[in-house]
């Protein structure tokens, strides 16, 4: 098993104010070349949902982004694993955070995408970043635990706050 670079760099502007965070990219979106490129992945639907605009080509779901002041990256930058689940995720070495909110200070705070996305943000950035940060509902379809209305209410009030 070889180490995974993360491939493509954090979507942000200086308009920005809120950072979401996932783990690392899917296979499919390192295929797709973009976040969350698995067609059941639920994030650009609930995006798309909450802030009343289409998410189905790459340059929607970038406009969408803009227009919500939204910033889009993962934890990690390098890790080992086997297949796409955050579960799978081995000797991780974390994306360079603290300097990406140097350069973009307008961020308010951050959010998540998952709990291993969490929990890897809290080993390595807790002491050093002073944000609000709220675990949003995976929008992965193995997360199935609780309804796509009920990921969405959770995600249009801290997304909205």
């Known amino acids: 098993m070889e180490k995974s670079l993360h491939p493509f760099p954090p979507i942000i502007d200086e308009n920005s104010k809120i950072l979401v965070l996932g783990s690392f990219p899917s296979i499919k979106s390192f295929e797709e070349s973009f976040y969350y490129a698995h067609p059941r992945n639920q994030f650009w639907p609930i995006l798309s949902a909450i802030y009343d605009m289409p998410a189905k080509s790459r340059e929607q779901r970038l406009a969408l ?22 579960s799978n995720l081995k000797e991780c070495e974390p994306n360079d955070i603290p300097s990406l909110l140097r350069e973009y200070p307008n961020i308010e705070r951050i959010l998540f995408t998952g709990k291993k996305a969490y929990t890897l943000f809290r080993r390595y950035y807790a002491k050093r ?3 609000t940060t709220a675990l949003l509902p995976s929008p992965s379809p193995a997360y199935a ?17």
């Not at 982004?65 to 955050?86: E, G, Q």
């Not at 635990?145 to 909205?160: M, V």
């Open 129 to 131: 970043i002073d944000l």
């Open 65 to 86: 982004l803009k227009s919500a002041k939204i910033a889009l990256w993962d934890v990690v930058a390098v890790c080992m694993r086997t297949n796409s689940a955050d």
């Open 145 to 161: 635990s609780i309804s796509l209305e009920e990921k969405l209410k959770i995600w249009r009030e801290l997304l909205r706050d």
